[in-house]
């Protein structure tokens, strides 16, 4: 958020800013999403709605979440909530109690560690540097898990390295969360859509079926639709954490707002075709990237396969000099600095996710801006002595 205040501040001051920092997709909606809220509109009942979510809303979901193999669930196993975010949070709250632990691979989705610290859990980070392309082994996870935390976090495809499980690294982590029965498992992956090189995706449920039982799979319509200020995230899991969920709403939200909802059933039931036209555009953009990251020398880049993030380490370049300005480069949080100050192009510092040698570069841009974005990174580097 400080490199994008900064970025913002120095583009209203009239400086030619191209911004990779913030996660948020650059496309909106078909317009069916539309008309189905003019149509909610004319039609708003205007009265409380369900804990839970609508009827309607929950089967749209199930019948969505089919499309990736997660089948036989009903609507007693749903929730929603504002955002993937808010469901988090109230997991946090229904899962840990004061001291419990949750445990979870680094580089991490930032949120986590504040959702943690505000429940009050212990948090047990385990490092996937970039040496291990930012995954987590089957070894790692059986010694986390050994430790038996309360509930062991999981993001795929990840935010921020872009990197997505194949079938196999997730039917290997799977064997070894079914050895472990007293530990719930969050699988966050909402961008689970956004999956390139025909890789697919894949859950721990799919190599486990029995593993239903404890497995809460997260998702949200703000990457996937383009619709991240709608505000709607959905779990489907256990009955009884559904139903905790559903209770928290029911203390804090209610419920999400009929016009909401009627936005929400039109995206996933109506075209998908804007999902499908921006993951085809994200892959290429992808492939930009990374051409670019890789003709830096020392930069280290493990290829992502999904989201729309790369997060290179740049740590060979700490301890240089950005020769045109004088600017010396100690850390992620300089670099990212020195590049705004030197070339307007913002990036966030790794840090941010828990890995302080490299920068995550969100290239959710519009596409005319990358290739210019990325030609003053190069240069950036270049110029660094
Ligand atoms: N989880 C991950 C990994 C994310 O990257 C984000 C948003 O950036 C979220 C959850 C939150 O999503 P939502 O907008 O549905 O709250």
Known sequence: ????????????????????????????????????????????????????????????FLKHIEAIGLTGYKRSNVAT????????YNLAEVLLDEG????????????????????DAKVDLLPCPPEQNYKLTPEQLDAALAKKPKVFLFNNPSNP????????????????????????????????RMVFDGLGYHNFVHFRPELRDRVIFLDSL????????????????????????????????TNIPELTTAAAIAALTGPQDVPTQKNEE????????????????????PKPQGAFYVFPDVSAYFGKTHGPTGQTIANDMDL???LL???????????????????????????PQLAPGLQRIVEFFSELQ
Not at 81 to 88: F, P, R, S
Not at 165 to 182: H, M
Not at 242 to 248: E, G, L, R
Request: aromatic share 8%.
């Open 161 to 192: 390295t872009g990197m997505v499980y194949t079938k196999e690294e997730i039917a290997a982590l799977a064997d070894v969360v079914a050895k472990y029965p007293d530990t719930w498992i969050i699988t966050d992956d909402i961008y689970n």
């Open 341 to 367: 100050d030197a070339k307007g192009v913002a990036c966030v510092p790794g840090s941010a996710f828990g890995e302080p040698r490299a920068l995550r570069i969100s290239y959710t841009c519009p596409t």
């Open 336 to 338: 990212c600095n020195a």
């Open 100 to 119: 419990d632990t949750i445990a979870f691979p680094t580089p991490y989705w930032t949120s986590y560690l504040d959702i943690a610290e505000i429940v």
């Open 222 to 253: 703000s990457k996937t639709y383009g619709m991240p200020g709608w505000r709607v995230g959905f779990m489907v899991g256990p009955e009884s954490v559904a139903n905790a969920v559903v209770t928290m709403n029911s203390n804090h939200i």
């Open 1 to 60: 958020m400080v490199v994008a205040e900064k970025a913002k501040r120095l583009k209203a001051e009239g400086r030619d800013i191209i911004s990779f920092s913030i996660g948020v997709p650059n496309f909106l909606p078909g317009g069916h999403v539309y008309d189905a809220v003019r149509e909610a509109l004319s039609k708003d009942s205007g009265q409380y709605g369900s804990n839970r979510g609508a009827d309607a809303l929950l089967d749209a």
């Open 282 to 301: 994200f892959q290429a953009k992808r492939d930009q990237v990374m051409a670019a990251m890789t003709s830096i020398p020392g930069v280290v880049c």
């Open 81 to 88: 909530g504002i955002g993937a975010k808010h469901i988090i």
